[in-house]
């Protein structure tokens, strides 16, 4: 199993200039999220959702877009990418039976 | 609102002396705590959880953690630090919503860095 796979793993856009990040879960959980961590900030949670055909805001969802295309896969849009979304952003999963979150290996996003 | 701190941005060890991470939690009701450990360059990977019970609890690469309710304290400690042991560690609570919308809370971080 590869658990919480995230793609691209690295990703450079200019200002202004849209793009979506990719997660896919082979656990079978229902709940998904959408972190991004900046240093000093911890993870901050973006969007999340508890099952297939819902979806969330978090704490930091201004700019963010996001799917639940179906029960394995849970995607991130910037529409219009700004120098503040910089970051390092990471999907998790989480089944109805723990409490415990599941994390992807994370995509670095640079804007300039 | 639930939240947690880590008051400590950084630790310094020794190889082989016992280490401690702090986190302190603020919650409404039983709080649900977890520490995570992330590896440069990784994602985050559960190391141990608080639901109930035991105050020490024991969890993955020799960690443990002290709940101590009334000091609303929740630290992580190991016997003896491995120079593996560096990495980055988060305190986080759950925030319980409505419809199984559970969420974590994270604290800032500490950085733990073992020293040969």
């Known amino acids: 199993n590869a658990g919480v796979t995230q793609t691209p793993k690295f990703q450079v856009l200019k200002t202004g200039q849209s793009m979506t990040l990719q997660c896919a879960q082979d656990?079978?959980?229902?709940?998904m999220y959408w972190y991004r961590q900046d240093p000093g900030m911890g993870l901050r949670l973006i969007y999340y959702s508890a099952s297939e055909g819902t979806t969330d805001k978090g704490e930091v969802p201004n700019g963010y877009n996001v799917s639940r295309l179906n029960k394995r896969e849970f995607s991130l849009r910037l529409e219009s990418a700004a120098p503040s979304q910089t970051s390092v952003y990471f999907c998790?999963?989480?089944?109805?039976?723990?409490?415990?979150?599941?994390f992807g290996p994370g995509t670095r996003l640079t804007v300039l | 609102a639930q939240s947690v701190a880590q008051p400590e941005d950084q630790v310094n060890v020794a190889e082989g002396n016992p280490l401690t991470v702090k986190c302190t939690y603020s919650?409404?009701?039983?709080?649900?705590l977890f520490w995570y450990v992330q590896y440069p360059n990784r994602g985050l990977q559960f190391l141990l959880k608080?639901?109930?019970?035991?105050?020490l609890v024991k969890g993955s690469y020799g960690f443990e953690a002290e709940f101590n309710k009334s000091q609303t304290s929740f630290h992580l400690k190991k016997p003896s630090a491995l120079v593996s042991d560096s990495a980055l560690y988060f305190c986080?609570?759950?925030?319980?919503?409505?419809?199984?919308?559970?969420?974590?809370?994270f604290g800032a971080g500490t950085r733990l860095a073992v020293h040969p």
């Open positions: 608080y639901i109930t019970g035991d105050n």
């Open positions: 998790a999963c989480r089944g109805i039976e723990t409490d415990t979150q599941y």
């Open positions: 986080a609570v759950r925030d319980k919503g409505g419809g199984g919308y559970n969420k974590l809370i």
């Open positions: 656990m079978n959980h229902n709940s």
């Open positions: 919650v409404s009701g039983n709080p649900y």
